[in-house]
């Protein structure tokens, strides 16, 4: 595969479970983002990592957990969200500051 | 902090040219980028200005005025394919290279 790939692609998950996205990129790129879209708001930075190191964390809550192994695989851990964070969430890869590439998205929806 | 703004929406026609506008403050301005997201699909990137001045690739064009605080996405010959959602997100160096700042987009409908 090539690209940005992110699984699973549609989520629905109860307030109590505990899930987690995963992201993967072929690109050889050395930076991965998490991003959240929320309808008629703009996309939001949660976290970003350089070479597997975390160096931005936008003020997430901390039910949102993010690993990072390598520089190509990135996931998100979710637990006891809120029904407020079903959203879009965007992964995304660049080498250094370049233009960021992004995946498909993973759709969530929290009842 | 950052603010960017974009119209929300835009209609043109099928072989028209349309412009979308952003315009953005920031103290430490250091790149603007535009992207391109088609409903339900992944953004992807279309332009990027850091110096003033007009980019022209193919039928889209960027342009660029730092001191203004703005910019615009130029598309021409526009077709069908081209109704989707343009995001501007821009750089601060005081912020880090990395992070962007996005506006909330301007969905564009092109209508036969």
């Known amino acids: 595969e090539t690209g940005v790939t992110q699984t699973p692609r549609h989520l629905v998950m109860g307030m109590t479970n505990k899930k987690s996205l995963k992201c993967e990129q072929h690109l050889g790129h050395n930076a991965m983002y998490w991003y959240k879209q929320s309808a008629k708001k703009p996309l939001e930075l949660m976290f970003v990592y350089n070479f597997k190191e975390q160096t931005e964390n936008n003020s997430v809550p901390s039910r949102f957990s993010p690993e990072c192994p390598n520089s190509s695989h990135l996931f998100l851990h979710l637990h006891t969200l809120q029904p407020e964070d079903s959203a879009l969430y965007l992964c995304?890869?660049?080498?250094?500051?370049?233009?960021?590439?992004f995946g498909p998205g993973t759709r969530l929806t929290v009842l | 902090g950052q603010n960017i703004d974009q119209p929300t929406e835009m209609t043109a026609t099928e072989g028209a040219i349309v412009q979308i506008n952003c315009t953005y403050q920031t103290s430490g301005f250091n790149g603007l980028f535009w992207y391109q997201q088609h409903a339900g699909e992944a953004p992807t990137f279309l332009s990027y200005?850091?110096?003033?001045g007009l980019e022209e690739k193919g039928r889209f064009s960027s342009f660029l005025s730092r001191s203004k605080g703005y910019s615009y996405l130029l598309l021409k010959e526009l077709q069908m394919k081209d109704s989707a959602s343009y995001l501007c997100?821009?750089?601060?160096?005081?912020?880090?290279?990395?992070?962007?700042?996005f506006g909330t987009g301007t969905r564009l409908l092109v209508s036969p």
């Open positions: 997100a821009v750089r601060d160096r005081n912020t880090g290279f990395q992070k962007l700042v």
């Open positions: 995304a890869s660049s080498l250094q500051g370049d233009e960021q590439f």
């Open positions: 200005n850091v110096l003033d």
